[in-house]
């Protein structure tokens, strides 16, 4: 009989589809079905009940163990339940029925959560484990819509273990109806699993997409920053093929926020910046880009709105490195930079609410404690201004 070992877990949400993923230790077939989801509106608001009414079944024969299926055809900003079965010539295993929820449209509020670090701080501070799984559960409190990790998921990403040590293990629960993304870290060693288990767009190290009024690119700077030559970039860094899809993908984006994300962090004050990403920034400020969310250095720190190199409360881009489920207030500098706006060595997410006009970004750590807030408004003739 098939198990299931990974998931199910949710992938590429689009106003009008979802991709579900698990694992299986043994290969089986892959099937979803999927159920209109009906509210109980007396007694107990907001809940739902079993659901019963099947909408649509989407299966692949083919016997595999990471299993893809990509479920088409849904209402946008709608929630379904889903429900796996896996089945060979031993037996079948089906999971239980999990909520999901579509991409919202443009000019619908939304939710998302950013943290990163769950195996590139465990992975060393094996006292600390429980990190990983107090975050997940205080991002759950806020029941996002989706969520970002900003790499060093793993420890190392060509041991098969650590997926499950470090990431899917912890974050079960949330990861059932919480789509994400993730990027690169120097922890993930570019290895197959990264390519394996993830369903982001090819070719997957970076990439695009849009949710609601905010488009996300995510890059991959270990590929701008080799091990060799950290923390310099190849001389290379203007002229591959990730800076043209940056280029074409910032220039054709069509949203009011642009969100960009890539691990190593150009503004820390901290051990571990990579100041010649510094080198990307004219890029970001010549399409608008409002936030870069970084890691590596694990620690929460803002910047003041950058441009050139220098503070701009008119139309500067903010970085934030979200370190999250790590702390090691040992990396700081004794004091700040000129660039930085708050900063803070504490295990952390990030909640980002976002809505036409304003972004709202807030600290919170493990305990679910505030420990800071930011807020960028954007007028219709897209001006900025920053609380
Ligand atoms: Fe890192």
């Not at 899917?168 to 629960?173: A, I, L, T, V």
């Not at 080799?226 to 800076?243: R, S, T």
Request: glycine share 6%; aromatic share 14%.
């Amino acid at each position: 009989m098939p198990t299931i070992v990974k998931g199910p877990y949710l992938q590429h949400p689009t106003v009008s589809s979802m991709t579900v993923m698990w694992e299986t230790a043994e290969p089986a077939t892959s099937q979803v079905d999927i159920y209109l989801a009906e509210r109980i509106h007396s007694g107990h608001q907001g809940n739902y009940k079993t659901p019963q009414q099947l909408l649509s079944t989407h299966s692949c024969h083919t016997y595999t163990t990471i299993h893809q299926i990509t479920i088409d055809n849904l209402e946008p900003s709608t929630i379904y339940f889903y429900q796996l079965k896996s089945e060979n010539a031993e037996g079948s295993v089906e999971s239980g029925r999990y909520p999901l929820k579509t991409a919202v449209p443009k000019g619908e509020p939304f939710s998302f959560t950013v943290t990163s670090e769950t195996g590139g701080f465990s992975g060393f501070d094996r006292s600390n484990g429980r990190i990983n799984q107090n975050i997940f559960q205080q991002m759950q409190r806020y029941r996002p819509d989706l969520t970002l990790f900003i790499g060093d998921i793993v420890n190392d990403g060509h041991r098969y273990e650590d997926w499950e040590t470090y990431f899917f293990g912890p974050g079960q629960s949330f990861l059932l109806s919480t789509p994400f993304y993730s990027c690169l870290g120097n922890h993930e060693s570019n290895a197959s699993w990264y390519y394996d288990f993830f369903a982001f767009p090819a070719p997957k190290n970076y990439y695009s997409f849009d949710y609601g009024d905010v488009h996300f690119t995510c890059l991959d700077s270990t590929s701008f920053i080799k091990p060799n030559n950290y923390p310099h970039a190849d001389e290379e860094i203007y002229a591959g093929e990730q800076v043209d899809f940056l280029l074409k993908d910032l220039e054709s984006a069509d949203a009011t926020w642009k969100i960009v994300y890539f691990h190593y962090p150009p503004y820390v004050s901290g051990g571990y910046q990579v100041e010649d990403l510094r080198k990307l920034s004219p890029i970001f400020e010549r399409y608008g880009v409002d936030l870069v969310f970084n890691s590596h250095t694990i620690v929460y720190e803002r910047s003041h709105p950058l441009s050139d190199n220098h503070i701009d409360e008119n139309n500067g881009v903010v970085y934030v490195v979200a370190g999250g489920a790590g702390a090691m207030p040992e990396w700081l500098l004794p004091k700040r930079e000129w660039h930085t706006a708050q900063s803070l060595a504490v295990p952390h997410f990030l909640q980002v609410v976002v809505t036409p006009d304003r972004l709202s970004l807030y600290a919170i750590d493990e305990e679910g404690k505030l420990f800071d807030t930011f807020i960028v408004k954007k007028g219709q003739d897209g001006h900025k201004a920053f609380f």
